[in-house]
């Protein structure tokens, strides 16, 4: 694991204040740290970035593309789960996202359980490393 991070620390990136309070409240009544943001440049700039564990990003937003910020991790060389989340059915969607990197692509529709599920394996195989 990188130094700094906190092996429970989410960050969660989504341009909707409803999803990012729900994604904090489900996220911390399971035990994860969790910051919010409303854009990617917010993410950046908020000094969390290297402590996170697992970065939960909507591939869509206006202004921004979430797979954009897959590829800076690329080039700066931070790796860390990124899990992508879309409301979009198209299968276009699902290849951009594996090209850039992505640890998984969520439909929105999938529910909470799945995204507790997600994190929580992707973290848990993460200490196993």
Same mark, same amino acid.
């Given at each position: 694991?990188?130094?700094?991070?906190?092996? *429970? $620390? /989410? !960050? /969660?990136?989504?341009?909707?204040? !409803?999803? *990012?309070?729900?994604?904090?409240?489900?996220? #911390?009544?399971? =035990?994860?740290?969790?910051?919010?943001?409303?854009? @990617?440049?917010?993410?950046?700039? !908020? =000094?969390?970035?290297?402590? %996170?564990?697992?970065?939960?990003?909507?591939?869509?937003?206006?202004?921004?593309?979430?797979?954009?910020? #897959?590829?800076?991790?690329?080039? %700066?060389? *931070? *790796?860390?789960?990124?899990?992508? @989340? %879309?409301?979009?059915?198209?299968?276009? @969607?699902?290849?951009?996202?594996? #090209?850039?990197?992505? %640890?998984?692509?969520?439909?929105? $529709?999938? =529910?909470?359980?799945?995204?507790?599920?997600?994190? =929580?394996?992707?973290?848990?195989?993460?200490?196993?490393?």
């Amino acid at each position: 694991m990188r130094s700094g991070v906190e092996k *429970r $620390a /989410v !960050s /969660v990136v989504h341009e909707y204040t !409803s999803v *990012r309070q729900a994604a904090r409240k489900l996220l #911390q009544s399971s =035990g994860f740290n969790v910051d919010t943001f409303a854009s @990617v440049e917010g993410f950046l700039e !908020s =000094g969390r970035v290297d402590r %996170t564990a697992c970065l939960v990003v909507d591939v869509e937003m206006p202004f921004e593309d979430g797979l954009l910020l #897959q590829g800076y991790f690329a080039c %700066t060389g *931070r *790796r860390f789960p990124v899990i992508f @989340v %879309t409301a979009s059915p198209y299968q276009n @969607v699902r290849e951009r996202a594996v #090209q850039a990197g992505a %640890t998984d692509l969520m439909h929105a $529709a999938n =529910g909470a359980q799945a995204l507790l599920d997600c994190i =929580g394996s992707i973290l848990s195989l993460k200490e196993t490393l």
